[in-house]
């Protein structure tokens, strides 16, 4: 077969039984991402077997499927920085700010020191303690911000106060985690010697984008009148998107990252950056991101996690990933003057972790800086957090459309 006909049938396959999947585990309060995510691993080789699998997601398809996968979540990250509503922290801006960044602090801790203790029998060979600490230390702070957003959507929470805080401490709180992790990749893409040159490119790139690009993008998506974006200005937003991912990617940080700024300096509440939501939404999450979920079922095995020792190994990761989030959050929220209650459902809602963890997890893998064993633990450890948030939530005694007391 063509690799054009063996991408369309693992496209076909997996958008079909990622709806399927998606519409039963909404009906048993899951949110359908989950069931998305787990159509690209029960497809692959460690569930039904490596003839089974390379029937529908073949070997060959691989390097296209890869292609693909790095365009939808390119487009992906752009759409949620569009979607980054910083403007909703601004009430209680200190505590925001001081919630979402005990909710990074704490479990980057956590996974660091975790890192110690994995990185003699999970790391790859030549991975030096320091890189395979930063990048366990940041896999361990992602919270999944439009994972969060639909759970706190289909739950009727979004506008209550406790999902204008969830929103707002996730969307501060990825901001740095992206940071940090562009920090990681370019520290570990860097040779001996060329780290300061790398590091030193991505602050020059962010100031840019800050002192240059930004002000520019204000005054092009400015509203005039009632007319709706012109084509020649949403040509201009995808030719800053290509440049932007450009230089990221050349400069040794990943593409996603400059994808991910871009966005973020879109004023969230202009139409074009409307129209682009809108437009783009449905064919990235529906057409694209199942390429990434069927890439990442190819190389997700989780027959590699096998023996009653590496199953322990997985269940550490899972409680180390919960403790470190949930109780990183928890506290902050307490001392910012939140109930308890107000507390641990923030904190269970910041434990979701989802597509936005797949996506680190996978950047993981290309640099080498973990293995495929500790890959699919981790991938493990992102679908038990985040399935484990709504029946938390269920548990704390938040219903649908209610809100715990401030």
């Known amino acids: 077969m063509s690799p054009l006909l063996h991408v369309l049938i693992a496209l076909a396959a997996v958008i079909a039984l990622g709806q399927l999947l998606g519409a ?20 692959g080789p460690s569930l039904i077997g490596p003839a089974s699998s390379a029937i529908v997601l073949p070997p060959a398809s691989a390097p296209y499927l890869g292609v693909i996968a790095q365009l939808g979540v390119l487009l992906y990250m752009f759409v949620v920085g569009l979607d980054l509503h910083t ?30 203790w994995l ?19 940041v896999a361990m702070s992602i919270t999944a911000f439009p994972v969060l957003a639909r759970i706190l959507t289909d739950r009727d929470l979004s506008h209550t106060p406790l999902g204008v805080v969830a929103l707002s401490c996730a969307a501060a709180g990825d901001v740095t985690a992206w ?25 020059v790139f962010v100031a840019v984008m800050l002192l240059v690009v930004r002000p520019f993008i204000r005054s092009i998506t400015r509203d005039r009148g009632t007319a709706e974006p012109s084509r020649s200005l949403v040509a201009v937003m995808f030719l800053a998107l290509l440049l932007s991912a450009i230089a990221t990617e050349a400069i040794g940080v990943h593409a996603i990252f400059g994808a991910f700024l871009l966005g973020a300096l879109v004023p969230p509440e202009t139409r074009v950056a409307r129209a682009l939501v809108a437009q783009l939404r449905d064919p990235v999450t529906i057409l694209l991101l199942p390429a990434f979920f069927a890439f990442t079922g190819m190389r997700t095995r989780i027959d590699l996690v096998s023996g009653v020792d590496a199953w322990l ?3 550490a990761i899972v409680i180390v990933a919960t403790v470190g989030k949930f109780g990183g959050t928890f506290a902050a929220a307490r001392l910012a003057g939140y109930d308890a209650r107000f507390s641990a459902a923030l904190a269970t809602l910041m434990n979701t972790r989802g597509l936005m963890e797949l996506i680190v997890l996978n950047v993981g893998l290309e640099l080498g800086v ?21 029946p938390a939530l269920s548990w704390l005694g938040v219903k649908q459309g209610s809100d715990p007391r401030v």
């Not at 039963?24 to 991402?33: A, D, F, M, N, S």
């Open 24 to 43: 039963l585990l909404r009906r048993l309060g899951q949110p359908p991402v989950i069931g998305e995510v787990l159509a690209g691993i029960l497809l």
């Open 87 to 116: 403007d909703r922290a601004q009430a209680r801006l200190k505590a925001t700010i001081a919630i979402s960044q005990a909710g990074i602090v704490v479990p980057f801790v956590f996974g660091a020191a975790l890192a110690l």
């Open 119 to 137: 990185h003699p029998t999970l790391a790859p060979g030549g991975v030096p303690l320091g890189s395979f600490m930063l990048f366990m230390g």
């Open 179 to 203: 940071c940090l992790l562009a920090l990681v990749v370019s520290i570990t893409k860097a040779q001996a010697g060329d780290g300061a040159v790398v590091i030193g490119g991505a602050v």
């Open 313 to 315: 190994i997985c269940g």
């Open 370 to 390: 973990i293995s495929p064993a500790l890959f699919s633990m981790m991938v493990i450890m992102a679908i038990v957090t985040t399935m484990a948030t709504a």
